[in-house]
């Protein structure tokens, strides 16, 4: 199980150069509503994270297991992995001052490695087929697009 890990962006312009990847807990609850209250694009993938108070869906997603990266008091991204003992659905979600930084990888690489942990047998994601990032994101880490070229899976 990972503790946490720190990350050193390769954004030396910015002064949130050091991040930490670790697993969510109760008390990271009000840092996660207001990532969410500021993210955007609200409603992104299939619409997610909700355009209005995200304590409803974070509140169902607490139930299984979460990771955030965290900046200080900040939390800038957020995982989940939605298993039903056998298979997981994964979310990502990293806040747009964060993208492009390595950190939705980083996140979806402990999804796999928790799904691992859970010995589940495959996981697989859902969303829009222009939301490019996430599918190339996706095919990077080996998932293979579904019949429905909105899904991606990934046998474990
Ligand atoms: C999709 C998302 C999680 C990616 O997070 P990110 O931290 O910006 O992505 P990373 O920096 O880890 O990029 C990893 C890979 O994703 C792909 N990728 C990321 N951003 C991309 C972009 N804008 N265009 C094309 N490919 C992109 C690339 O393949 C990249 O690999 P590379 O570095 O070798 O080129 C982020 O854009 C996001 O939160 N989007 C809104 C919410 C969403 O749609 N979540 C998906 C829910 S299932």
């Not at 509140?59 to 200080?72: E, I, K, Q, Y």
Request: glycine share 6%.
């Amino acid at each position: 199980m990972i503790a946490q890990e720190t990350i050193t962006t390769t954004a030396p312009e910015t002064t949130d150069a050091v991040l930490t990847l670790r697993r969510a807990s109760p008390d990271d609850r009000g840092a996660l509503i207001a990532m969410y209250l500021d993210f955007e694009p609200k409603g992104a993938c299939l619409g997610l994270p909700p355009r209005k108070e995200p304590q409803l869906w974070l509140d169902n997603l607490s139930a299984f297991p979460n990771f955030v990266v965290v900046s200080g008091s900040r939390i800038v991204a957020h995982a989940a992995l939605c298993d039903d003992g056998e298979s997981a659905e994964v979310a990502v979600f990293v806040h747009q001052d964060f993208r492009n930084r390595c950190l939705g990888k980083r996140l979806l690489v402990e999804l796999i490695d928790e799904a691992r942990r859970k010995r589940l047998k495959r996981i697989w994601g859902m969303t829009e087929l222009d939301n490019v990032p996430m599918l190339r994101l996706a095919r990077s880490l080996g998932f293979s697009p579904g019949a429905d070229p909105r899904e991606f899976f990934l046998t474990l």
